[in-house]
Structures are given as C-alpha cells and as structure tokens.
T-cell receptor, first 114, second 114 residues
Framework: DVKVTQSSRYLVKRTGEKVFLECVQD?????MFWYRQDPGLGLRLIYF???????EKGDIPEGYSVSREKKERFSLILESASTNQTSMYLC?????????????FGPGTRLTVT | LAKTTQPISMDSYEGQEVNITCSHN???????ITWYQQFPSQGPRFIIQ???TKVTNEVASLFIPADRKSSTLSLPRVSLSDTAVYYC???????????????FGQGTELSVKP
C-alpha cells in the first residue's frame, strides 16, 4: 500500500510567518504534487516535481515555493504567510511518466493564517 | 486551457446505479481521464482511469465516447458509504510538454439516501 504522509493535520500560523509543509511518500514514486483545496474551487495544483531537484509551476504558484532534495520528500514553503493562504493543502505522489494521473494523496494539512 | 465541468451535486437512493458525467472539450490526444473519490477530512482516492471506450473494475465503470469530450463514471448499486465528492481529472500532456496542467473538475457531491 502506498503511503503518503503529511507533517501536520492542523496548523495555525500568523501573517508574515514562514511556513513549511512536509510530505513524504514511501513507494519510490517519481512524481510529487502539492494542491490546495477550497470550497467551491475544487483542487488546484500549486507545484509538482517529476524528479529530485526538479519542479514545475502549477496553476497557482504565486506566494509558494517548493523543495525536493530527496526522492521521497517534497516540501511546500509559504515565504510570508497571508490570510488568503488559509486552506486545506494536499500532497500527492504518482509512479512515473505514464502514471501522472493515478495519484495517491495524503490526508491533508488544514492551515489557518491569522 | 481546457476546462472540466461536472454537476455540483446529485442525490440517489441505496441500490440504484449512479452516473456522473464530466465534460472536457479540449482534451488532448495523450490525455487520460481519471476519477477520484473524496470523503470528508481525507485526501482523494483513485477510483478508475481510462483513455477510450469502457473500463470496468471492482468499484466502478468508466464510459468514454469516441470523441472523448466527456466521460461518465458509473457506480453500480450505491450504498450509504458511497456518499462522497467525486472528481474527474484530465491530465493535459504534463510530463512531455512541460507547462501543461492537471485539471480537476469542481467535484460532484453525491448524497446516497436510505
């Protein structure tokens, strides 16, 4: 069974803080993804990575950066958190080039920025 | 950029067959169509994936017409535990044409009643 874990289920941060969200997968997957999920907007892709140290912007990268130093770990960084970044953040992974759509998701981190 | 469209909500009763349709007018040749299920406070879970015609697994069937501009997820004999949000995903040639996008639909909230 593929397991994707996220560092926190709930997180509360103050405006202007630097926030790190960590994601780890244990199935040697090539691809990893960060999404945010908001009511009425569905899932929106922030960034994805298809290899160590490689990253691509998704639909809404502004205000976020990512880091992938090891294959199993993909970090999402909010350089200076703002209230409009309050959301559910979901990490996912998938096997490789031809399996980008079969993604395995973590449980999510609900981030509140006050 | 392609857009996917799904009904916002659907109601059904236990034992009925449920069909949820997703429209994706600008789907590209290399794209697959994937459906996910999401329960509250959990990440989405992969249900089924297809390219054309019909795919069936132990959980659902996926029907894709020849023009591939829509797809229908079919859930046979639903039960109360099938109450969830269902998302369709069209992967727009992401890996081979970097700059493509992953487009999740808005999600369909299915409510199954006794």
């Amino acid at each position: 069974d593929v397991k994707v874990t996220q560092s926190s289920r709930y997180l509360v941060k103050r405006t202007g803080e630097k926030v790190f969200l960590e994601c780890v997968q244990d199935m040697d997957h090539e691809n990893m993804f960060w999404y945010r999920q908001d009511p009425g907007l569905g899932l929106r892709l922030i960034y994805f990575s298809y290899d160590v140290k490689m990253k691509e912007k998704g639909d809404i990268p502004e205000g976020y950066s990512v880091s992938r130093e090891k294959k199993e770990r993909f970090s999402l960084i909010l350089e200076s958190a703002s209230t409009n970044q309050t959301s559910m953040y979901l990490c996912a992974s998938s096997l490789g080039d031809r399996d980008i759509s079969e993604q395995y998701f973590g449980p999510g981190t609900r981030l509140t920025v006050t | 950029l392609a857009k996917t469209t799904q009904p916002i909500s659907m109601d059904s009763y236990e034992g009925q067959e449920v069909n949820i349709t997703c429209s994706h007018n600008n789907i590209a040749t290399n794209d697959y169509i994937t459906w996910y299920q999401q329960f509250p406070s959990q990440g989405p879970r992969f249900i089924i994936q297809g390219y054309k015609t019909k795919v069936t697994n132990e959980v659902a069937s996926l029907f894709i017409p020849a023009d591939r501009k829509s797809s229908t997820l079919s859930l046979p004999r639903v039960s109360l535990s099938d109450t969830a949000v269902y998302y369709c995903l069209v992967a727009l040639d992401m890996i081979y044409n970097q700059g493509g996008k992953l487009i999740f639909g808005q999600g369909t909230e299915l409510s199954v009643k006794p």
